[in-house]
């Protein structure tokens, strides 16, 4: 994956970035989840859910929105206990041993509730603290640096914008610089110019071998950042693996546009997976393929049999939106009650 560009402040480099993360060698991956169940009295909200990120790589969590995204995050922070399943984070139980992994991880909660009367300046120190961390000020400025806040590091946190206190929650999941970060929609409410800063930041961080779960509603943002992806459904896992092994797991697509009449596709099983549409005094054909390099033969010895004329023929691959399109309007329930 490229990881290049700029970042915030004159800070988002090499030299924050080492200092930011601890790097760990250890082979197990830093988050290993299988069967995860959790449950709101009788609602289940996570119903089996099986995920790993390797260490040094950004797994990237998707979902329609209450698809267990958040649950499935606290489960792993130790914030919530689960109905079933195991959880393992950095080898190491996120429930039972919460403590010893406080130390370790970063969390950037979806809606923190920072003090309104401490500067960051302040909360930063006392987070810290609490955190067992030895801050020197050389190196919280150097935090709010990476963030992009140096400059309001002495004003309360009630008047800073919705989109620096969304940064601030950044820098205090990077005290004490930790190995695992989970990021709940770090970048949401964010300007365009923060949010490419923002993802400088977090390419650095991976550079460096920090290890990053993050939710994400945006999904360029995920293609952006993620080695791997997971999309989330109701509770399950809809889809996992790279972008490249769940793009060519879908179909792709043939369109072109026929001028005049006589048939429209090869009489073949492509014709069930073919949509035609008359636009503008022509027919615009649209073939879904699971195997495009087959059906693309098939189309064009047709064409030349027929002397048809195919114009504007391309072929796509499915965007990571079309994917999260098609999950998202099927319902997992019905499915289980119709198959
Ligand atoms: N405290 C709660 N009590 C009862 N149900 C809850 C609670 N928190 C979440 N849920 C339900 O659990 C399901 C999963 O919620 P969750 O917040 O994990 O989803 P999400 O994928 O993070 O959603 P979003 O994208 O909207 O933030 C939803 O149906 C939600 O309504």
Not at 15 to 25: K, S
Request: with cysteine; hydrophobic share 40%.
């Amino acid at each position: 994956m490229h990881r290049n560009g700029c970042g915030f402040g004159t800070v988002g480099s090499r030299r924050a970035n080492r200092t930011l993360v601890r790097m760990d060698t250890t082979e197990a991956p830093a988050v290993h989840v299988r069967g995860l169940r959790c449950t709101y009295g009788e609602h289940e909200a996570v119903r089996g859910v099986d995920l790993d990120a390797p260490r040094g790589e950004l797994l990237a969590v998707l979902g329609t929105n209450g698809a267990g995204k958040t649950t499935t995050l606290e489960a792993m922070q130790g914030r919530r206990r689960p109905a079933g399943g195991r959880v393992r984070i950095l080898g190491l139980d996120p429930v039972r041993q919460r403590r010893a992994l406080a130390a370790r991880i970063g969390v950037m909660l979806q809606d923190s509730a920072l003090p309104a009367e401490l500067t960051p300046a302040e909360f930063l120190a006392l987070w810290s603290r609490l955190k067992r961390d030895r801050p020197t000020p050389g190196s919280m400025r150097e935090q709010l640096t990476a963030v992009g806040l140096a400059h309001r590091r002495n004003v309360r946190i009630g008047r800073l914008s919705g989109g620096e206190r969304r940064r601030l929650d950044l820098a205090v999941a990077l005290t004490g610089a930790p190995e695992l970060l989970f990021l709940d929609e770090p970048t949401s409410g964010l300007d365009p110019e923060s949010r490419a800063a923002t993802w400088e930041l977090i390419r650095g961080l991976l550079r460096t071998g920090s290890t990053i779960v993050l939710t994400t509603h945006h999904l360029e943002e995920a293609e952006a950042l993620a080695d791997r992806l997971l999309i989330l459904h109701e509770g399950t896992v809809a889809v996992a693996g790279t972008l490249s092994e769940i793009v060519t797991a879908r179909r792709a697509t043939i369109r072109y546009e026929l001028v005049g009449a006589g048939p429209a596709v090869p009489e073949s099983e492509l014709v069930g997976r073919a949509s035609v549409t008359p636009e503008r005094g022509v027919r615009l054909v649209e073939i879904r393929t699971p195997d495009l390099t087959r059906d693309l033969g098939t189309l064009l010895r047709w064409a030349e049999t027929q002397r048809s004329q195919l114009h504007r023929l391309h072929s796509s691959e499915a965007t990571l939106a079309e994917i999260f399109h098609e999950i998202s309007t099927t319902h997992v329930s019905e499915e289980a009650t119709t198959s």
